[in-house]
């Protein structure tokens, strides 16, 4: 097998998938309302929970409890998630994660209209959350190639969708636990989950690749790491990313709060972040309809517009000049995410591809906190201007380091993807 990736043949068969439309096929519109139904979902647990705690007279420290059990068993479980999914097949899976996290949802609900006596019950009920989402989200890639012909269309519709519900999902909690209880929160959200369950039941997929029977999870679990190691333009692409969430992404958002929110508000600094959320829905329609030759070639040249927003915190901009620059990086973020899930979806082969996924996923988010954590100290240390100066000039590195290798800027789009 190719350690290059350029020479390994197209994995991924177009003319696999049934005949119809090339995005918005019969299967495709069933997933697109299950995954859109279940973001929203998702979308709103955070702020719903955190409302809920405070409203309950439970202080900061449980609300970062509750998160954390969210993350944790998220980051611990999706490696297997993706062994699972390759096994059972990722819809029965889904649809499992689904049923889990309606059921959880409703038991929240629960807790929350007899106020919080426990906190344990609400932190075991997040952690199931988190391992139902962990079970979830290697099959949410893998399906993709399965329901639309055109894939990176696909993806860009997906995060366009994505983009949306990250909007609306926590406006709409908030809105919500503001005139009526967190229950009614969390039964809206298991509502959500309801709809998803649904839209996957009824597609229509034809066989799934799946690993050779009778072998352990243990050797799947393996088989899956050496098929990742073995693709030098995936694991070096997750290599580098790795540097971008500890200087770049990770430190970003708390130390551009620490300048912005005593500058101009919260108000203020949240529209900042809803221009960001309008990039990533540019980001999306640019991806369906922009098909490059050399797709992460493209995408690394799309994440050189990050740089200007720490940059522009640091020169002092004003407002809608920093507004413009969140969108110019929503847009880039996006465009590079679309160019990364196409690429693996149709260079992976089927039976492998949710156990690469849940690597791709592990290896994304791993150091995501590290970077967050480190960006109180280092501020403190350095001055947050050193600290965004470092992180945008680490955006630039990245994006040079993913243009300078080989197997990197040289892996080829699939044609018909």
């Known amino acids: 097998m190719t350690h290059s990736g350029l020479q390994q043949p197209p994995l991924f068969d177009p003319a696999a998938v049934p005949a119809g439309p090339a995005i918005w096929s019969r299967n495709f519109r069933y997933y697109f309302t299950a995954r859109s139904a279940g973001l929203l979902g998702h979308t709103m647990l955070p702020v719903a929970v955190s ?27 999706v490696l297997l998630g993706g062994v699972l999914a390759d096994r059972f097949t990722a819809r029965r899976m889904m649809i499992g994660a689904d049923l889990t996290n309606l059921t959880a949802r409703a038991l929240m609900a629960v807790v929350f209209f007899r106020g919080v006596g426990h906190l344990w019950q609400l932190c075991a009920l997040m952690a199931v959350a988190g391992g139902a989402a962990a079970m979830f989200q290697p099959g949410a890639a893998s399906t993709v190639p399965l329901v639309a012909r055109d894939v990176q269309g696909a993806n860009g519709v997906l995060r366009t969708s994505e983009a949306l519900t990250a909007l609306l999902g926590p406006a709409l909690a908030g809105l919500l636990v503001g005139a009526a209880a967190t229950g009614w929160v969390m039964v809206i959200a298991a509502v959500t989950y309801g709809i998803s369950a649904c839209g996957l039941a ?11 029977p009778g072998e352990s999870l243990w050797r799947s679990l393996v088989g899956g790491w050496h098929e990742f190691r073995s693709r030098q333009w995936l694991w070096g692409t997750i290599v580098v990313w790795m540097f971008y969430t500890v200087l770049s992404t990770g430190p970003l958002l708390p130390v551009a709060a620490g300048v912005l929110v005593p500058l101009y508000g ?13 990039g990533t829905v540019c980001g999306g329609l640019l991806a369906i309809r ?5 797709p992460l070639a493209a995408g690394a040249l799309a994440l050189l517009a990050f740089p200007l927003y720490p940059l522009g915190i640091v020169l002092g901009w004003p407002v809608p000049a920093l507004a413009a620059a969140q969108v110019l990086v929503g847009t880039g973020v996006t465009f590079w995410g679309v160019m990364w899930a196409t690429s693996v979806q149709t260079q992976v082969p089927g039976e492998v591809l949710n156990r690469i996924h849940s690597y791709d996923v592990a290896g994304s988010v791993c150091m995501l906190p590290v970077g967050s954590a480190l960006a109180g100290p280092a501020a403190a240390a350095f001055g947050p201007d050193v600290v965004l100066a470092a992180g945008a000039l680490g955006a630039l590195l990245v994006s040079g380091a993913l243009l300078m290798s080989t197997p990197i800027r040289e892996l080829r789009r699939v044609e018909g993807t």
Do not use: H
């Open 290 to 294: 922009v098909k490059p030759l050399r």
């Open 202 to 212: 009824a597609l229509r997929l034809g066989p799934v690749p799946a690993p050779p």
């Open 51 to 77: 409302a809920g705690l405070i409203a309950s007279g439970r202080g900061l420290g449980s609300v970062g409890l509750a998160l954390a059990c969210l993350s944790a068993s998220f980051a611990g479980l």
């Open 266 to 278: 919260s108000t203020l600094f949240g529209l900042l972040s809803g221009a960001f959320a309008v």
